[in-house]
T-cell receptor
Framework: DAKTTQPPSMDCAEGRAANLPCNHS???????VYWYRQIHSQGPQYIIHGLKNNETNEMASLIITEDRKSCTLILPHATLRDTAVYYCISPRQGAQKLVFGQGTRLTINP | DAGITQSPRHKVTETGTPVTLRCHQT?????MYWYRQDPGHGLRLIHY???????DKGEVSDGYSVSRSKTEDFLLTLESATSSQTSVYFC?????????????FGPGTRLTVL
């Protein structure tokens, strides 16, 4: 798996956009980047994934740099319920196993 | 939400007793996983299955066994529970599409071994 680096914690005001960075400088050309989050004591929840192009779904947007060495997860209008640990993961091509690091603890403040 | 249930949701047991946790899916996905989560360690893979009767070890498989006799059920067994196996256990499933390995997680089982 490509090594990913995330800040251990971030804060964001409610209603603002939360931008969570992730560095993955060793990523291979065919490896995807996945984002999951885990709200306290719940199971991890899939958010979004991408390969090269920017992606958007009902939960978030994913911006991937042109060199694919980093990306940013954007929660456009953060709410208190978005407080969670966010994991950026890049599994090896064909690997079925996800390796979760420590992630970023995002706190949304009222 | 993906159709994944885990049972029991909470269990307290004593050291040396056998324990079986069950994961049930209604999605007919090929791949199923068992993870444990402990403070300071994040999520760690115990075992996974890539089909009926096909399983493989993860990074922390010692002390655990698994079985999958039906597509929808994946059982995790602690033959003789130890206090170090006190943890929260999560099951996950994926369709296993190459390059698109989205995993969907169950609600978790909190196991306490006294």
């Amino acid at each position: 798996d490509a090594k990913t680096t995330q800040p251990p914690s971030m804060d964001c005001a409610e209603g603002r956009a939360a931008n969570l960075p992730c560095n993955h400088s060793t990523i291979s050309g065919n490896e995807y980047v996945y984002w999951y989050r885990q709200i306290h004591s719940q199971g991890p929840q899939y958010i979004i994934h991408g390969l090269k192009n920017n992606e958007t779904n009902e939960m978030a947007s994913l911006i991937i740099t042109e060199d694919r060495k980093s990306c940013t997860l954007i929660l456009p209008h953060a709410t208190l319920r978005d407080t969670a640990v966010y994991y950026c993961i890049s599994p090896r091509q064909g690997a079925q196993k996800l390796v979760f690091g420590q992630g970023t603890r995002l706190t949304i403040n009222p | 939400d993906a159709g994944i249930t885990q049972s029991p949701r909470h269990k307290v047991t004593e050291t040396g007793t056998p324990v079986t946790l069950r994961c049930h899916q209604t999605e007919n996905h090929r791949y199923m996983y068992w993870y444990r989560q402990d403070p300071g360690h994040g999520l760690r893979l115990i075992h996974y299955s890539y089909g009926v009767k096909d399983t493989d070890k993860g990074e922390v498989s010692d002390g655990y066994s698994v079985s999958r006799s039906k597509t929808e059920d994946f059982l995790l067994t602690l033959e003789s529970a130890t206090s170090s196996q006190t943890s929260v256990y999560f099951c996950a499933i994926s369709a296993g599409i190459l390059g698109g390995d989205t995993q969907y997680f169950g609600p978790g089982t909190r196991l306490t071994v006294l």
